[in-house]
């Protein structure tokens, strides 16, 4: 006979795969119930719960024993005469709100007492249930005047029990003889109603039941308590069990209607095993008989009622007797024993109290009988599964086994009509895009002229100017006492002094400008031009009735949206070095006398800048840039306007007609080399506004921005184009949307037919899953 670990073992394997196949039938359930019959669906939940219980009891490897039978049949005091003390509540005290779990403890050390408490919607849902059992006619008048205690009692003491609601984790309390946990628990439970009142479950674990096993004796309310929460648990213990220790008043042969619904319970989960196979009858209370005729009459109508179970688990016990006896039990155990003059009424009656030969059978059937019990269920778990999946594939296979078989293409279901209706749609979708971008998008002149540029790009202009302006504005080095610390640093207010201290102003400016150009000046602009891309994009996802897919496959789906902005960016900051830089060193680098290098090896440069001057001052266009570094002065009709003091002359001769006058370097004298710190600070100062100037009104023009963002733009334009005219993939994402119905907004509808085509293949291939499945188990 193979051992319990061999068995289990064995069973687990066999009902994981059996799992497999529940689940998938459970899932087929859930999309063509409407191929099954009612009876066939019920039958198939069902068997799939029980075959989750009983993996769950099989993972955990634990053997539960359900100690179940009416109220004040004697549950309690005979797991106390199992415990050898009297620690749980005996039948005189009995709290019927609590349930007990004794668990089996490895060592002394793992032993512990747990208390969990009722949450207050779970004492509010009791009181209702216990208003609703009195309103009742299904209990008799004791039944009914314990419950309007308890009802009364709670409502006496809510506020205290409302204390023990807050403990959300309970009580625990370690120990080492169950002595020591006695004191605490009966006070728990007797002497405080308040506490009594709030307990829902009491959690033992002891070396006193069998250490070698994982054992779990569950004490639970009875069926006849009347209160709904209790029934539940119940039924619960007994879905969740192994064994069952059916505790039944001796004196009481007959089979009430609660304990049928017991029975019956436990036989539903079941269908394989007799309740026989797997109960203990264990009849309490039978020093209650009168004499030993009395005792075997009863006995035999007791055995009549439980034929099939085995003598050896139809067990008459006095658990207050052995108590009494052998362990240890309360004072007032003992003044009943004694008031009822019973010490040796067992002797009388010719019977033992009964323990020892229930302990000696729950241990026999541990090691011997329950192995075979595990195969009985798990066959019967095992054959339910199989014949509902032989009957659910022999329903289903004929009607959609075939569409694996012919294995027809889906895309057949989209083909011919849908590449009409699409080709007409992207024709009227190419042009609503281009007229949509040459009104909002394209310019409308020469790229980088004045005015030419859309509005929308007139503002990333703005936005270029605003943070030109902000960034000179709000240069360090230029605030005064920056500039007289730097100038005064190392040396006295005198000629040369003011020279070096221009100098060392100028590097410290020219330095930082370079810097704040570098690093801030380009992010902006990119924004802007995102702002547009991003109009473009939401335009083609509308255009495309705003498919999920568009924005990621039109802005390149391998590119982080992140990397792509970073390369925008790039591109303004090249382009605006390029010049810009050129501009900082022609204005700001070297002092009015040290500039002659500069014009030489920087002549291009400066030619272009002043050929895309776009300012008002016509001064500053076709040489006026080169005579401004080289002298000091802006050149303008044969006369000259000193840089930094007569900045309004331009504005006087704006609407003139100008024509620079060559002036030779004999002609034309240099501004005078500042010799003082307010004549450096003025020169710098002119040298920054013209920087600025150049900056705004020629470096944005020649740096070719507009042209920049508009090759951008038509990157994206065509690219949405060539994606579908070239490449076809719109077609593509829109068949895999209409054909997986993603985006009803979408206006082609496709046919119920080909709907059912999906269905239909999916629930083949599932069928073809469950037939292997089928195959797969043993």
């Known amino acids: 006979m193979a051992t319990w670990l061999e068995t289990c073992a064995k069973q687990l394997t066999r009902l994981e795969k059996t799992s497999v196949l529940s689940d998938k039938l459970m899932t087929l359930r859930n999309k063509t119930g409407v191929d099954m019959s009612p009876e066939t669906l019920q039958k198939l939940e069902f068997e799939h719960d029980r075959l989750n219980r009983q993996l769950e009891r099989l993972r955990a490897n634990r053997f539960e024993v359900a100690v179940i039978g009416l109220e004040k049949a004697g549950k309690s005091a005979l797991l106390n005469a199992w415990l050898g003390q009297e620690i749980l509540p005996s039948a005189r005290e009995r709290c019927t709100f609590t349930s007990t779990e004794i668990w089996s403890a490895q060592t002394e050390q793992d032993q512990l007492l747990s208390i969990r408490y009722y949450s207050r919607d779970e004492i509010a849902t009791l009181q209702k249930q216990r208003q609703d059992a009195l309103a009742g006619a299904l209990l008799s008048d004791k039944e009914k005047k314990e419950i309007q205690e308890d009802f009364n009692d709670t409502e006496k003491n809510l506020n205290q029990i409302y204390e023990f609601t807050k403990l959300k984790n309970g009580f625990k309390q370690s120990f080492l003889d169950i002595g020591e946990i006695s004191e605490l628990l009966q006070s728990a439970i007797f002497k405080n109603r308040a506490q009594a009142l709030a307990i829902k479950r ?19 309310p009875g069926f006849n308590s009347g209160i709904l929460m209790h029934a539940e648990q119940a039924i619960s213990r007994l879905r969740n069990c192994d064994a069952i220790i059916y505790a039944k008043e001796m004196k009481q042969p007959s089979i009430t209607g609660p304990e049928k619904e017991m029975l019956l319970v436990a036989d539903a989960e079941d269908p394989s095993l007799r309740v026989s196979d797997k109960v203990f009858v264990v009849l309490t209370q039978a020093d209650a008989m009168d004499d030993q005729i009395d005792f075997r009459d009863t006995l035999a109508k007791h055995k009549t009622f439980w034929a099939n179970v085995p003598e050896r688990r139809l067990l008459p016990v006095c658990a207050r007797s052995n108590l009494v006896e052998f362990g240890i039990p309360t004072d007032d155990t003992l003044r009943r024993s004694k008031s009822a003059d019973d010490k040796n009424k067992l002797k009388k009656l010719g019977i033992s109290d009964g323990m020892n030969a229930l302990k000696e059978a729950v241990n026999f059937y541990i090691d011997n009988e329950r192995s075979g019990v595990l195969q009985k269920r798990c066959d019967s778990l095992v054959n339910a599964t199989r014949q509902l999946a032989t009957e659910i594939l022999g329903k289903l296979e004929p009607i959609y086994g075939t569409v694996v078989e012919n294995d027809q293409q889906e895309d057949d279901l989209l083909g011919k009509e849908f590449n009409q209706w699409w080709g007409r749609e992207w024709q009227r ?29 007139a503002a990333l202009r703005s936005a270029y100017d605003q943070k030109i302006e902000a960034l000179l504005s709000n240069l360090i080095t230029a605030q005064p006492d920056e500039l007289k610390r730097i100038y005064t640093a190392g040396g006295t207010i005198s000629l040369p002094d003011a ?14 400008i370079q810097k704040k150009f570098e690093t801030e000046l380009t992010d902006q602009l990119a924004q802007s031009l995102q702002a547009l891309i991003d109009q473009i994009v939401n335009k083609t996802q509308e255009l495309l009735w705003e498919t999920e897919e568009v924005r990621r496959n039109l802005l390149h789906s391998h590119l982080d949206e992140g990397i792509e902005q970073a390369r925008i960016q ?32 920087r002549a291009a ?20 840039l080169t005579h401004y570094l080289r002298y000091g002065l802006w050149a303008v009709l044969n006369k000259t306007i000193p840089s930094g003091r007569s900045r309004n002359a331009a504005k006087v001769i704006a609407d003139a007609v100008l024509t620079e006058v060559a002036t030779s370097a004999k002609e034309v004298e240099k501004a005078i080399e500042p010799n003082n710190f307010e004549q450096v600070v003025e020169e710098i100062n002119g040298d920054l506004a013209a920087l600025q100037d150049y900056l705004k009104n020629s470096v944005f023009y020649a740096a070719g921005f507009i042209t920049y963002c508009n090759q951008e733009l038509e990157r994206i334009r065509n690219r949405f184009k060539e994606m579908e005219d070239n490449d076809r993939q719109w077609i593509g994402i829109i068949r895999t949307a209409v054909k997986y119905e993603r985006n009803p907004l979408i206006p082609y509808n496709i046919a119920h037919t080909r709907r059912d085509f999906q269905i239909r293949r999916e629930l083949a291939l599932e069928l073809k899953e469950i037939r292997d499945s089928y195959n797969n188990i043993f």
């Not at 009491?202 to 639970?220: A, E, G, M």
């Open 499 to 512: 020279r070096e201290g221009n100098y060392k102003i100028r590097e410290e400016l020219f330095r930082e």
């Open 429 to 457: 979708i190419k042009k609503d895009f281009d007229m949509w971008y040459a009104e909002s998008i394209q310019g409308r002149q020469e790229a980088d002229s004045l005015g030419a540029e859309h509005e929308e790009l």
């Open 202 to 220: 009491i959690q033992l674990k002891t070396v006193r039941l069998r250490s070698d096993r994982d054992i779990i004796f569950h004490d639970v």
């Open 605 to 624: 440069e400066i030619k272009t800048l002043e050929a895309f001057y776009q300012g008002i001052d016509k001064t500053k266009q076709e040489g006026g």
């Open 570 to 601: 790039h591109g303004f900051q090249v382009l605006f070095l390029r010049f810009g830089r050129v501009a900082v060193e022609a204005f700001i680098a070297k002092p009015l006398q040290a500039r002659d290098r500069l014009l030489h090896e």
